[in-house]
């Protein structure tokens, strides 16, 4: 067999220790699948005398990340420390260097991809992501590869475990949405700011990557609806499962005859589905393409060994590809880079979806025909209506409203009108809602 490949870690936090623990423990297999050994052989740390999850006796130890990039026997870094920064910095030096990079870093790809993926084109080498969504799931892979036969409709996937983990015990246990932030904070979840975990900004990091490889456009974070899971409550919750459906954060794709909608949001989906019945800090991704139809990947979204599995899986197929022509490995986006769509991503406002509403009114005559006589007007109709009992020591009622597919636009004039009605007494609380047949 050929010497094993070197590989140089910036960053050995919690991922970075589950690959070292994989590569040790499975050296055999994974060398036998990749055709020589890979190697850890330098990683740079902020802190050498920190306490590591894993055994660094077998490589160097340096607070220089520039030594890790420059080390000429180095052939593939893999970048773990996160953000856009240095680590964007970086991971270019690196590709001048002529390094091959594996990344688990969703915001350097969704916002920096375009540029890393140009400058790798030029110097002939691979920048792998697979880790960077999902975790541990092979969804790049499944898109990219197990797919390319196929024209994809549509994806939405349950993509941030935090999220997910706290609308779960929300459900379950009746718990208060900061109560479970906090635990799920502790257990290592959540993201170093875990606003990028409730406000979806995570999520829409991770949908701007499934959206360019379903449907080979540019990565384009910046036009993605993004709405968070702050305003969902425990009684949102229980209607919601009243009426027969789960509240998921989902990330949506969808290929429509005018352009890609891409959103992340909180939305309601019929409690029978597959998907709805993902609970915790897992993760899932629904993909329907013409050819297969419907196919669900559902694993481990985070964590240190299922995020390294992800990350060891690109390090064997980098390896593999070594030696083969750059022109002809499998392109970074899926399509051929000269051969990217620029079909347009749609404004929310003329995006059509089913609504949950949760509107608070004063319990007296003729409210609810003043609700529904606004909705007639702007075309939208109403599918279920149910009028909560008052509850004691509260002067409103809950009305819940499910309407038809309503253009979000529509629904937007009708909300504001409804709110400044005189009987109405909070803000509306609205969630999309998707069938996903
Ligand atoms: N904070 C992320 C999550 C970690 O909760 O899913 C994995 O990207």
């Known amino acids: 067999m050929l010497e094993a490949v070197k590989v140089g870690m910036l960053g050995l936090g919690t991922v970075g220790s ?7 423990r499975n050296a055999d297999e994974i060398a036998r699948r990749a055709g020589r050994g890979i190697k850890i052989s330098i990683a740079s740390v902020r802190d050498i005398k920190k306490q590591r999850a894993c055994d660094t006796s077998g490589f160097t130890l340096t607070v220089d990340h520039n030594k890790v990039i420059a080390d000429p026997n180095v052939k593939i870094v893999l970048e773990l420390i996160g953000g856009t920064g240095i680590a964007r910095e970086l991971v270019l030096k690196a590709i001048d260097n002529g390094k091959h ?47 390319a036969g196929n024209s994809i409709q549509w994806l939405a996937g349950i993509i941030n475990g935090t999220c997910n983990f706290i609308l779960t015990e929300m459900r379950d246990k009746g718990r208060d949405f900061d109560d479970v932030l906090k635990e799920a904070q502790q257990l290592g979840y ?9 406000e979806g900004i995570d999520a829409a ?34 209607y919601a499962s009243e009426l027969g459906y789960r509240i998921k954060s989902l990330g949506i794709a969808k290929r429509t005859a005018n352009g890609l909608e891409l959103r992340v949001h909180p939305t ?16 899932a991704v629904l993909v329907k393409a013409d050819a297969l139809g419907p196919s669900l990947y559902y694993g481990a979204g985070a964590g240190a060994e299922p995020t390294g599995s992800a990350v060891v899986a690109d390090l064997v197929d980098v390896v593999r590809a070594l030696t083969s022509d750059p022109e002809n490995r499998v392109p970074h986006l899926a399509f051929q880079p000269d051969a990217l769509s620029n079909i347009p991503i749609l404004s929310m406002d003329d995006v059509s979806t089913v609504y949950y509403l949760r509107i608070h009114v004063q319990d007296r005559s003729g409210v609810l025909a003043d609700v529904t ?30 309407t038809h597919e309503v253009v979000e636009q529509n629904m937007n004039k009708a909300i504001a009108e409804i709110e400044k009605l005189e009987a109405v007494t909070n803000k509306i609380m609205r969630i999309r809602l998707e069938t996903l047949t």
């Not at 589950?18 to 040790?24: A, D, E, K, Q, R």
């Not at 029978?272 to 800090?281: F, M, P, T």
């Open 373 to 402: 006589n606004i909705f007639a007007n702007h075309n939208i109709s109403i599918e279920a209506i149910i009028q909560k009992e008052p509850q004691t020591n509260i002067a409103s009622v809950p009305i819940i409203i499910l």
């Open 205 to 238: 990091h991770k949908l701007t990557i499934l959206a360019s490889i379903a449907f080979g456009v540019p990565l384009q974070f910046e036009k993605i609806y993004t709405e968070g899971i702050t305003e969902i409550t425990s009684a949102d919750v229980a």
């Open 268 to 283: 309601l989906i019929p409690h029978r589905r597959l998907i709805a019945n993902v609970d915790g800090v897992m993760n």
């Open 101 to 147: 990079i594996i990344t688990a870093n969703k915001a350097l790809i969704a916002l920096h991809g375009n540029e890393i993926f140009q400058r790798a084109q030029e110097k002939g080498v691979t920048v792998a992501f697979e880790s960077a969504v999902a975790g541990g799931i092979p969804i790049i892979k499944a898109i990219r590869e197990g797919l």
């Open 190 to 198: 959540a993201e170093a700011d875990p606003t990028f975990d409730i």
């Open 18 to 24: 589950g690959t070292v623990n994989i590569l040790s």
